[in-house]
């Protein structure tokens, strides 16, 4: 479930289809993923999921898996 | 030519040549020493010598000839030479130069020669003595190996390892013989050894404990048996990586990993190289860690022990690589294995986030270096560390 919500809050953010948001989705394979797009990430994923995310992992959601697996200790 | 070893105080050579007029006109246009006493007839009927006399610098350039082709020969340098000269020398004469050895020094190579040149009429016409210093071509024993068609043989220690594993079979890829170490697990080991088999290479499996030095000789033992030598090990054994904070550390967790990757290493190395010294070559390739370059926290008894092995390889290198034996060390990053299995999924993904290349090593990348550094590629290779990482330590 929080796979999808995730793929959704990334589609908003870098403004891409929610399709084209893969598993494997990074920084690397998403071109508008920059440092002020990331930044929005993290506050839309906080707001979305009603968490607050702390500052040491804030650099390292870099791709999808690990926004996952971060998000889903947060909920845990 | 001849090795200065081989020279012996009494050894001689000989060489013949006839002065024709044109030497003296070919010497005239070399040196430009056109002297009339030489050149001119006429002129040198004026003198005592009433024909003309060939230069002497030209008769004793043949004992150049004899020192630098017959004794010693290639590589000989003529860093001395009295002269004597001590009768004319005419067009037509038949020279024989002679050349004896008169002393040697074996501290400094160089032999002492007595030169000598008669005319046909067995007068010594020049004489003088001749010193030589012996240079020999720089090509080290261990560089004229015999190029074997048989197939060398890798011992892999840990063959059943992930990096064991995948070692095993890339050596059998690339064309080695293998002798499969491992521990416990005989159905793994045995199912390597068909995968071997299957690339057409020949496998045996041994079982070892690698911290009982009785079984690690039995091992090399049957090795040799097996295949009549052992060209290559590999060492690829391991044993888990706790994490423990250094508080919680104890005496016994550095042990455990001492006695996995340097006493058991220095006792494998210890027994296979009286082999490979046999045989004037060998290749060993231990396993270090990005850790020891690029440390993290709660691994510092195996970063200690890693750090140790990087010692243990450079200093064992240095020593042996005079013997043929090239001891180099590959160190790879996080690999997938069964190893790293308890390490968190976090850690993984964010460690392969972290490198260029995106991804965490695989036990086959290592193998392919391993298999490198087995190979004759990397015969100039010694002490050498070869870093698997992905781009993410760059040192």
Same mark, same amino acid.
């Given at each position: 479930?929080?796979?999808?919500?995730?793929?959704?809050?990334?589609?908003? *953010?870098?403004?891409?289809? *929610?399709?084209?948001?893969?598993?494997?989705?990074?920084?690397?394979?998403?071109?508008?993923?920059?440092?002020?797009?990331?930044?929005?990430?993290?506050?839309?994923?906080?707001?979305?999921?009603?968490?607050? /995310?702390?500052?040491?992992? @804030?650099? %390292? $959601? *870099?791709?999808?898996?690990?926004?996952?697996?971060? /998000?889903?200790? /947060?909920?845990? | 030519?001849?090795?200065?070893?081989?020279?012996?105080?009494?050894?001689?050579?000989?060489?013949?040549?006839?002065?024709?007029?044109?030497? +003296?006109?070919?010497?005239?246009?070399?040196?430009?020493?056109?002297?009339?006493?030489?050149?001119?007839? &006429?002129?040198?009927?004026?003198?005592?010598?009433?024909?003309?006399?060939?230069?002497?610098?030209?008769?004793?350039?043949?004992?150049?000839? +004899?020192?630098?082709?017959?004794?010693?020969?290639?590589?000989?340098?003529?860093?001395?030479?009295?002269?004597?000269?001590?009768?004319?020398?005419?067009?037509?004469?038949?020279?024989? @130069?002679?050349?004896?050895?008169?002393?040697?020094?074996?501290?400094?190579?160089?032999?002492?020669?007595?030169?000598?040149?008669?005319?046909?009429?067995?007068? /010594?016409?020049?004489?003088?003595?001749?010193?030589?210093?012996? +240079?020999?071509?720089?090509? #080290?024993?261990?560089?004229?190996?015999?190029?074997?068609?048989?197939?060398?043989?890798?011992? @892999?220690?840990?063959?059943?390892?992930?990096?064991?594993?995948?070692?095993?079979?890339?050596?059998?890829?690339?064309?080695?013989?293998?002798?499969?170490?491992? %521990?416990?697990?005989?159905?793994?080991?045995?199912?390597?050894?068909?995968?071997?088999?299957?690339?057409?290479?020949?496998?045996?499996?041994?079982?070892?404990?690698?911290?009982?030095?009785?079984?690690?000789?039995?091992?090399?033992?049957?090795?040799?048996?097996?295949?009549?030598?052992?060209?290559?090990?590999? %060492?690829?054994?391991?044993?888990?990586?706790?994490?423990?904070?250094?508080?919680?550390?104890?005496? !016994?967790?550095?042990?455990?990993?001492?006695?996995?990757? +340097? &006493?058991?290493?220095?006792?494998?190395?210890?027994?296979? *190289?009286?082999?490979?010294?046999?045989?004037?070559?060998? &290749?060993?390739?231990?396993?270090?860690?990005?850790? #020891?370059?690029?440390?993290?926290?709660?691994?510092?008894?195996?970063?200690?022990?890693?750090?140790?092995?990087?010692?243990? !390889?450079?200093?064992?290198?240095?020593?042996?690589?005079?013997?043929?034996?090239?001891? %180099?060390?590959?160190?790879?990053?996080?690999?997938?294995?069964?190893?790293?299995?308890?390490?968190?999924?976090?850690?993984? $993904?964010?460690?392969?986030?972290?490198?260029?290349?995106?991804?965490?090593? $695989?036990?086959?990348?290592?193998?392919?270096?391993?298999?490198?550094?087995?190979?004759?590629?990397?015969?100039? $290779?010694?002490?050498?560390?070869?870093?698997?990482?992905?781009?993410?330590?760059?040192?």
């Amino acid at each position: 479930m929080e796979n999808k919500k995730i793929k959704q809050v990334m589609s908003a *953010v870098f403004e891409i289809p *929610v399709e084209s948001i893969s598993d494997d989705a990074s920084s690397d394979n998403i071109e508008n993923w920059d440092s002020l797009r990331h930044l929005n990430l993290i506050l839309a994923l906080e707001e979305e999921f009603g968490v607050s /995310i702390p500052d040491e992992e @804030v650099g %390292n $959601l *870099v791709n999808f898996k690990l926004i996952e697996l971060v /998000i889903n200790d /947060i909920l845990k | 030519m001849k090795k200065y070893a081989e020279i012996n105080v009494g050894d001689k050579e000989t060489l013949i040549h006839t002065i024709i007029k044109s030497d +003296i006109e070919k010497f005239v246009q070399l040196t430009g020493d056109d002297n009339r006493l030489h050149v001119d007839e &006429k002129f040198a009927s004026t003198t005592q010598f009433k024909k003309p006399v060939v230069h002497g610098m030209l008769g004793a350039s043949f004992i150049s000839t +004899i020192i630098g082709t017959k004794l010693p020969g290639d590589g000989a340098l003529w860093f001395s030479q009295s002269l004597e000269f001590l009768l004319p020398v005419r067009i037509g004469d038949v020279l024989t @130069v002679r050349a004896e050895v008169l002393k040697k020094n074996d501290k400094e190579q160089i032999i002492e020669l007595k030169t000598e040149i008669h005319n046909q009429n067995r007068q /010594i016409v020049t004489k003088g003595i001749a010193k030589v210093k012996v +240079i020999e071509t720089e090509v #080290a024993p261990i560089e004229v190996e015999k190029k074997e068609d048989t197939p060398k043989t890798a011992l @892999v220690i840990g063959g059943t390892g992930g990096i064991g594993k995948a070692t095993c079979i890339q050596l059998a890829k690339d064309g080695f013989n293998v002798i499969i170490h491992y %521990n416990k697990n005989k159905t793994l080991a045995e199912e390597i050894k068909a995968e071997v088999e299957k690339h057409k290479q020949k496998a045996i499996i041994v079982s070892a404990d690698i911290l009982n030095d009785a079984d690690i000789k039995e091992m090399i033992s049957k090795g040799i048996r097996a295949f009549d030598k052992i060209d290559v090990l590999a %060492n690829c054994a391991a044993t888990g990586i706790p994490n423990i904070k250094f508080q919680d550390l104890v005496w !016994t967790d550095f042990l455990q990993q001492m006695e996995v990757n +340097i &006493k058991s290493t220095f006792t494998i190395i210890q027994a296979v *190289v009286p082999e490979m010294i046999k045989n004037g070559y060998g &290749k060993i390739i231990n396993i270090g860690s990005l850790s #020891a370059e690029k440390p993290n926290a709660d691994w510092s008894h195996y970063i200690t022990a890693k750090s140790a092995l990087i010692g243990l !390889t450079k200093s064992l290198a240095f020593e042996l690589a005079p013997k043929g034996i090239r001891i %180099n060390m590959v160190t790879p990053s996080l690999v997938n294995t069964e190893l790293t299995a308890d390490i968190p999924v976090k850690i993984k $993904l964010l460690t392969a986030a972290q490198t260029p290349l995106r991804r965490l090593a $695989l036990a086959a990348d290592v193998a392919g270096v391993i298999s490198f550094l087995a190979s004759e590629k990397s015969d100039f $290779l010694a002490g050498e560390n070869i870093r698997i990482n992905g781009g993410q330590a760059m040192i």
